[in-house]
């Protein structure tokens, strides 16, 4: 594994803020996972599996999965998550990680592709309702491929116990997609992808990745599946 960039914003000057913290522990690796498994995640899933499904309205962020981090791989989506985490490099704590597929049309609106969030173990509970959001120990992203447009942004905004901190973000980070890259922040962090800034003036691509979420125990949402039922429920046994 090759990591390639550490503490893209960190510096003596703003190093002293808990969130700053934040951002400096953002890390990249490429690649992500061994080419021989990225290889044959594309296989499995291939591209034009991934388009059809988006055709079909298919609700990918809607359709996450659990895999408990004790119990050997049993597909291809299992087997990445445990490449993965040596590079995540959770906590103790961390039980089991929550994945799904990431599928946006870079072209379909000017601006923010997918608004900035925090990602919280149910989507239903309010960002504001701080007492009920549980955020994961770890966000991780393993980029599929390279699009234009499309990059991931990292604030140094972070949910604390009383609600985000700073008010809003001072200080962001981008990552472009990239095949097989693979991005780890806190789980705190406030983010979202960003498009093109005016018409389009690059072609329309599907932007696709796999979103690992590194969790102390499951999360609570309704949408969340056993990760054994990842190869059902995407059609691919068809
Ligand atoms: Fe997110």
């Not at 296989?43 to 004790?70: A, C, G, I, M």
């Not at 969030?117 to 393993?142: G, N, Q």
């Not at 499309?150 to 095949?179: C, I, W, Y």
């Amino acid at each position: 594994m090759n990591e390639i960039q550490t503490n893209p914003q960190a510096s003596a000057r703003d190093s002293q803020t808990e969130t700053n913290t934040a951002l400096s522990s953002v890390r990249l690796f490429k690649p992500g996972v061994p080419d021989r498994q990225f290889n044959e995640l594309r296989r499995v899933f291939p591209h034009s599996h991934f388009e059809r499904l988006f055709k079909e309205d298919f609700r990918f962020y809607r359709t996450t999965f659990w895999y408990p981090l004790d119990r050997e791989p049993e597909n291809i989506f299992e087997s990445i998550a445990s490449s993965l985490k040596p590079l995540a490099n959770p906590s103790p704590n961390v039980t089991g990680v929550e994945w799904w597929f990431s599928v946006l049309l870079t072209n379909e609106t000017p601006q923010w592709i997918l608004p900035c969030h925090f990602d919280r173990d149910d989507m239903a509970v309010a960002e504001k309702d701080v007492e009920r959001v549980h955020h994961p120990d770890r966000a991780s992203v393993l980029f599929l491929n390279a699009v234009p447009y499309g990059e991931l942004v990292l604030t140094d905004q972070v949910l604390t116990e009383k609600g985000a901190r700073p008010k809003q973000p001072r200080n962001m980070h981008f990552v472009r997609p990239s095949r097989n890259l693979y991005v780890v922040f806190p789980g705190s962090m406030y983010h979202g992808v960003i498009g093109r800034m005016w018409r389009p003036m690059r072609p329309t691509k599907l932007r696709i990745a796999m979103a690992v979420n590194w969790w102390t125990a499951p999360p609570a949402a309704a949408y969340l599946h056993d990760s054994r039922e990842g190869t059902r429920l995407f059609h691919l046994d068809e």
